[in-house]
Structures are given as C-alpha cells and as structure tokens.
C-alpha cells in the first residue's frame, strides 16, 4: 500500500510531462499526490473500520476534490447515487493494493477486490484490472517467485506479461482502462531488480504514469518489502496528517514496515 502510494507521488509529474526513459529525476519538487493516493487511503480506511467504501470514497473525495479524479467519478461522487457507472477505467486498479496487504487468503483478496471494484468500475475489466492487481500484491506479499505471480496472472485474467518493457515502450501510449495499464505494469514490477526499479520502468512507458507507478509501486513493494527510508520520508512530507495517520494505523495493524 506504501509503495502504491509512493509510486504515485513519484510518477505525478510525468502524467502529463510523459518521460521515454527510465533515467529521470525520482521526486521532486512538483511531485504530489494524486487521486491514485487518496483512492488507495480511502480502501485502506474502510478496511481498518469496516465501513463501506462508497462511503469512503465520498468522503475522501470532499476532503481532497482536486486531486486528478476521472469525471465519471466526479460525477458519481457528487451525485449521491449508489449506482455504479460501468468504467472499465484502471481507477478501479490503481486503489485495490491494501486488499492484497489486509487478507490472508487469495480467494478473499478476489471477493474484496470485486467489492472495491462494484462502487464505481462494475465492468468486467474494471473488475478484472482490480482482481489481478489484488492478486499481484497478495502472491507478492507471500513471496511466491515471480515466474509463479506470471503464471497465475496470464491463466487466471487472460493478461500477456511476454513483452518486454523495453518493446512496449516503442509502441505505447496514454491509456487510462484497465486492460491498457495493469498489464504492462505487472510486467514492469516483473522486470525490476527493486522496488525503485520497478516504478522507473513503469514510468518509463510514457502513459498514464502516476497510475502504472502506483499499480507496479504496491507489487514491488509487497515483493521486496523495502523502500530506501530517504525516499519513504520524502514522499509521506507530501501528506498531510489525515492521510498520514491511515498510512501509519495500516501499516502497524498489518506489520507493513514504513
């Protein structure tokens, strides 16, 4: 969940500035956090007191309305209706990551992940993009290999993770769907030698950058279970205390190291 949240901060400048490389300056001064972070809080805060995340979702979208938010969500969370709005959208992707911290069963980690999904994303893709990032961090976390994490990935949503980054880059661009970003964002995770790796070669795909990092950042760092402190201190500085205080409860009451 941390390192959704750093990936986010970190890929923040580039979303719209895209970088076709993986050598670019990590954080800096305009690197803030998106509605990738508040989404991804608002899950964690749900799980920590059992509420439901739409209601979540509706507050943490009044605390922070600036932050990036697609307009189908802005619509939904204005509204007050409880009815889905059928997005196939990788918002449903990019704030699952504590379901694969907070669950100890992989058909647990599923269900919730289908349940973060339906508030908004109730398309199969949104649903299935939300599925296989929550599978990802889950497998991670138990620290299956990563040829294990591809295999059950590629058979069980139907995802290619053959191509290399290096190959994608040629070829890729701004995607905002599920099926356009959670792919290549495991495969980045894949590639990695550590977590910082990881969220370089996400970014390093020109896209929807905030986004493939927070996808990539919550895998790599279930997986490597270590971020350098310097870089932790630097991005939690962009928080204020709300969002911190739900980044410190969940990460003590799920052992997570900060």
């Not at 927070?214 to 201190?233: E, L, N, Q, T």
């Amino acid at each position: 969940m941390l390192g959704a949240i750093v990936g986010d901060i970190a890929g923040s400048p580039y979303e719209n500035q895209p970088v076709i490389t993986e050598d670019f300056p990590f954080l800096t001064a305009s690197s803030t956090f998106t509605d990738d972070t508040v989404l991804t809080l608002a899950v964690a805060e749900s799980i920590l007191i059992a509420l439901d995340y739409r209601v979540l979702f509706r507050e943490f979208f009044r605390l922070y309305p600036d932050r990036g938010y697609g307009d189908s969500f802005k619509l939904w969370a204005i509204s007050g209706s409880d009815e889905p709005y059928g997005s196939f959208g990788n918002g449903s992707a990019m704030r699952v990551s504590p379901v694969g911290f907070a669950f100890d069963d992989l058909e647990t980690v599923l269900d919730e992940a289908t349940k973060t999904a339906l508030v908004t994303h109730d398309h199969p893709e949104g649903i299935r993009g939300a599925q296989a990032t929550a599978a990802a961090v889950f497998l991670a976390r138990l620290s299956r290999n990563k040829e294990e994490i591809k295999n059950y990935i590629e058979t069980s949503f139907s995802y290619n993770l053959d191509e290399p980054i290096a190959s994608v880059r040629k070829w890729y661009s701004f995607d905002t769907t599920c099926q356009g970003t959670v792919p290549y964002a495991i495969r980045a995770f894949l590639e990695s030698k550590d977590y910082i790796s990881a969220v370089r070669k996400a970014v390093s795909l020109g896209g929807d950058a905030d986004t493939l990092a927070c996808i990539a950042g919550g895998i790599a760092h279930a997986y490597y279970r270590h971020i350098p402190r310097s870089i932790v201190d630097e991005a939690l500085r962009k928080l204020d205390d709300r969002l911190c205080s739900v980044v410190e409860r969940f990460c003590s009451e799920f052992s997570i190291d900060i």
